[in-house]
Structures are given as structure tokens and as C-alpha cells.
């Protein structure tokens, strides 16, 4: 069963607007969640990280929000630019290092 | 630093071939693992080390075995290849130890394009 859940295959964004990436997870002992950015042929780099202690974090032009209640977390990205097209992956742990466990990803296409 | 290194960077295999993927690190990381990553499923873990000669299974450990002889390589071995086993594989490494409040990030490959016919 997916712990962690994507619902979004693939969005579309214009360049200098708001990028909304969604995830969903199930279990409650997860503590840690992170966003990596993959480009093709390469291999996933982090982004950004928030733990269960916190609802926000920021980094630049990218925050994450965390919704415990909800089980949720969001990844925004202001403003977007075309290098910012990738794959998003949500991943989330129960420890702060360790084996994560992955959604699907998030396409996102910037269009000038 | 060259990070984390695998090579091949591609492979095709016909059916019951076997072939080892080679992971490196120079990081001095205590943890090392592998994951596959499959259209629509995300990166699913396969094997993990937390040290040298510790190892243990993750999601998806069937047909695959590994071993780890020195903190900086991790090679993952496949027995016997299967069509299903067409993926692309990724290794990654971190330190295994706490950061306050923060998770302490997994640094990964460029992955291999492994092909079974």
C-alpha cells in the first residue's frame, strides 16, 4: 500500500506564477518530509525538508506547509521559472535519516 | 568530491543473466541504499545499509541481493534477471545520525537503465 500519495501526475504553470505541488500521506509515525527535484537522466536532489514539529519552512523561492490533522504537506514555488520543470517527489520518514518512502511525483511544465 | 557514482550507466540483459550494479561513495556516509524507479510507483526501496557488513531489505528485496565489504561501495547483484525487473535503479547515500529537528539527506546517483529482454 502507498504511504505516501501523489494525486497529481503532471501540472502546468506559466512562468513568474505560483507552483502548488500536493502530497498525502497514511501514517502517522512519519515525522520527516522532504521534497527532491528530479531531471531526466539524472538522479533525484533534494530541495527542501520540514519535520512534524513544524508547519512551514522556507527556502528562497520555495516553502513547504505541513498539515498534520489533515495528513497533508504542499510544496509551493514563487514565482515559477522554466528551470523549475521537472519531476517532484514527496518523500517522508519516520526517522531523521534513513529509509524514505516515496509518492509517485508531480510533472510540472513552466510555459513562458 | 564525486558524490555518489554508478556505473553502468546503461544495461540489456536477455532473461536469467545475471549482473552486478556498482555503487560508490566518498563521503564517508554510514547509511547506503537502493531503490528502483518505476512509471507511475516513485523510487521503492530495495536494500539499505546502515554500516560495512550490515545490511537489511526494504520494500521490494525479491531477485536482488547486496553486501556491503567497505563503507564506500554498495553493489547490488541480480541472480537471475526478469523482465520485471526492467527499471531504473538508483543508489544513495547519507550519514546515519540525528540532525535537531531536521532530516539528514539522502545524496543520490545518476542511476543505471537497466533493460531485460
Same mark, same amino acid.
Given at each position: 500500500?502507498?504511504?505516501? *500519495?501523489?494525486?497529481? %501526475?503532471? #501540472?502546468?504553470?506559466?512562468?513568474?506564477?505560483?507552483?502548488? #505541488?500536493?502530497?498525502?500521506?497514511? !501514517?502517522?509515525?512519519?515525522?520527516?518530509?522532504?521534497?527532491?527535484?528530479?531531471? %531526466?537522466?539524472?538522479?533525484?536532489?533534494?530541495?527542501?525538508? &520540514?519535520?512534524?514539529? *513544524?508547519?512551514?519552512?522556507?527556502?528562497?523561492?520555495?516553502?513547504?506547509?505541513?498539515? *498534520?490533522?489533515?495528513?497533508?504537506?504542499?510544496?509551493? &514555488?514563487?514565482?515559477?521559472?522554466?528551470?523549475?520543470?521537472?519531476?517532484?517527489?514527496?518523500?517522508?520518514?519516520? !526517522?531523521?535519516?534513513? *529509509?524514505?518512502?516515496?509518492?509517485?511525483?508531480?510533472?510540472?511544465?513552466?510555459?513562458? | 568530491?564525486?558524490?555518489?557514482?554508478?556505473?553502468?550507466?546503461?544495461?540489456?540483459?536477455?532473461?536469467?543473466?545475471?549482473?552486478?550494479?556498482?555503487?560508490?561513495?566518498?563521503?564517508?556516509?554510514?547509511?547506503?541504499?537502493?531503490?528502483?524507479?518505476?512509471?507511475?510507483?516513485?523510487?521503492?526501496?530495495?536494500?539499505?545499509?546502515?554500516?560495512?557488513? &550490515?545490511?537489511?531489505?526494504?520494500?521490494?528485496?525479491?531477485?536482488?541481493?547486496?553486501?556491503?565489504?567497505?563503507?564506500?561501495?554498495? %553493489?547490488?547483484? =541480480? =541472480?537471475?534477471?526478469?523482465?520485471?525487473?526492467?527499471?531504473?535503479?538508483?543508489?544513495?547515500?547519507?550519514?546515519?545520525?540525528? #540532525? &535537531?529537528?531536521?532530516?539528514?539527506?539522502?545524496?543520490?546517483?545518476?542511476?543505471?537503465?537497466?533493460?531485460?529482454?
Amino acid at each position: 500500500d502507498q504511504q505516501v *500519495k501523489q494525486n497529481s %501526475p503532471s #501540472l502546468s504553470v506559466q512562468e513568474g506564477r505560483i507552483s502548488i #505541488l500536493n502530497c498525502d500521506y497514511t !501514517n502517522s509515525m512519519f515525522d520527516y518530509f522532504l521534497w527532491y527535484k528530479k531531471y %531526466p537522466a539524472e538522479g533525484p536532489t533534494f530541495l527542501i525538508s &520540514i519535520s512534524s514539529i *513544524k508547519d512551514k519552512n522556507e527556502d528562497g523561492r520555495f516553502t513547504v506547509f505541513l498539515n *498534520k490533522s489533515a495528513k497533508h504537506l504542499s510544496l509551493h &514555488i514563487v514565482p515559477s521559472q522554466p528551470g523549475d520543470s521537472a519531476v517532484y517527489f514527496c518523500a517522508a520518514s519516520v !526517522n531523521p535519516w534513513g *529509509k524514505l518512502q516515496f509518492g509517485a511525483g508531480t510533472q510540472v511544465v513552466v510555459t513562458p | 568530491n564525486a558524490g555518489v557514482t554508478q556505473t553502468p550507466k546503461f544495461q540489456v540483459l536477455k532473461t536469467g543473466q545475471s549482473m552486478t550494479l556498482q555503487c560508490a561513495q566518498d563521503m564517508n556516509h554510514e547509511y547506503m541504499s537502493w531503490y528502483r524507479q518505476d512509471p507511475g510507483m516513485g523510487l521503492r526501496l530495495i536494500h539499505y545499509s546502515v554500516g560495512a557488513g &550490515i545490511t537489511d531489505q526494504g520494500e521490494v528485496p525479491n531477485g536482488y541481493n547486496v553486501s556491503r565489504s567497505t563503507t564506500e561501495d554498495f %553493489p547490488l547483484r =541480480l =541472480l537471475s534477471a526478469a523482465p520485471s525487473q526492467t527499471s531504473v535503479y538508483f543508489c544513495a547515500s547519507s550519514y546515519a545520525r540525528e #540532525l &535537531i529537528g531536521s532530516y539528514n539527506e539522502q545524496f543520490f546517483g545518476p542511476g543505471t537503465r537497466l533493460t531485460v529482454l
